[in-house]
């Protein structure tokens, strides 16, 4: 079945420093491709999404790139801030007309000033 | 715009009794969805709804676990009896129909604790 893998965290950063936070996904058919973002003590939101091969979504200063040849879609931001400090949920929609969501396990950062 | 509403924010209650979370989609949406969150387990999808009918529930843990959508506007989450390992932060969730790349829309999550 559909699946997501991320990276492990937690990632622990100094401000301003590059970020990368690395997902992986299997599926059938052409599935869209999201971040979420999780503020402590707050619920998800949308940061970024995809819906085809090589788009790219960005936000905030995030980006991601939606690469079918490596089932990737990989999270980065060039100088992450203080603020940038939370989890991170990587997620695919579900084939044909399901709603769900497959997320990934989520990974923290910690951004240190 | 006002975005999901759950209520309540916290419940802190003892076990064997009757919990009941609320849940206010945005307005229009058509698909709503309940999670569970854990550090144990992430984030679990319970069950969601579309056009108000349960469309998948094979996440509800156990017989324990309900969940209505009487209406557009509304839905519930109902745990009786309630166990301590039910202690987690729920959340709802709603988005718009037509395609599956639309995102979904989370509320601020009811953290609930069984003693």
């Known amino acids: 079945g559909d699946s997501v893998t991320q990276m492990e965290g937690p990632v622990t950063l100094s401000e301003e420093a590059f970020l990368t936070i690395n997902c992986t996904y299997t599926?059938?058919?052409?599935?869209?491709l999201f971040w979420y973002v999780q503020y402590p003590g707050e619920g998800l939101q949308l940061l970024l999404k995809?819906?085809?091969a090589d788009d790219k979504g960005s936000n905030k200063g995030f980006e991601a790139t939606y690469r079918k040849e490596t089932t990737s879609f990989h999270l980065e931001k060039g100088s992450v801030q203080v603020s940038d400090s939370a989890v991170y949920f990587c997620?695919?929609?579900?084939?044909?007309?399901?709603?769900?969501?497959?997320w990934g396990l989520g990974t923290s950062l910690a951004v240190n000033p | 715009d006002a975005g999901v509403i759950q209520s309540p924010r916290h419940e802190v209650t003892e076990m064997g009794q009757e919990v009941t979370l609320r849940c206010k989609p945005i307005?229009?949406?058509?698909?709503l969805f309940w999670y569970r969150q854990t550090m144990m387990r992430g984030l679990e999808l319970l069950i969601y709804?579309?056009?108000?009918?349960?469309?998948?529930d094979s996440g509800m843990p156990e017989d324990r676990f309900s969940a209505k959508m009487p209406n557009a506007s509304f839905s519930t989450l109902k745990i009786q009896p309630s166990e301590p390992r039910d202690s987690a932060v729920y959340f709802c969730?709603?988005?718009?129909?037509?395609?599956?790349?639309?995102?979904?829309?989370f509320g601020d999550g009811t953290r609930l604790s069984i003693l």
């Open positions: 969730a709603s988005s718009l129909g037509g395609t599956t790349n639309q995102p979904q829309h």
């Open positions: 307005s229009g949406h058509n698909s």
């Open positions: 709804f579309n056009n108000n009918v349960p469309i998948d």
């Open positions: 599926a059938t058919g052409y599935p869209s």
């Open positions: 995809a819906t085809k």
């Open positions: 997620a695919l929609s579900g084939a044909g007309n399901n709603r769900k969501l497959i």
